[in-house]
């Protein structure tokens, strides 16, 4: 049986924020899985500057 248990969002809301914040842009792309080589969107990249 799964149980659910709904979790305040505010309580981790800065903590993720900051994580965020810090991470450079390599790691953000890496994170976000841009700069995997299936990105899906890849192929539209080099029409948008």
Do not use: C, D, Y
Not at 24 to 38: C, P
């Amino acid at each position: 049986m799964l149980i659910l248990v709904k979790q305040k969002p505010a309580m981790h809301t800065g903590a993720v924020k900051q994580w965020i914040a810090s991470l450079s842009k390599t790691e953000a792309l890496r994170k976000a899985g841009t700069l995997a080589e299936n990105f899906w969107l890849r192929a539209l990249l080099p029409i948008f500057p």
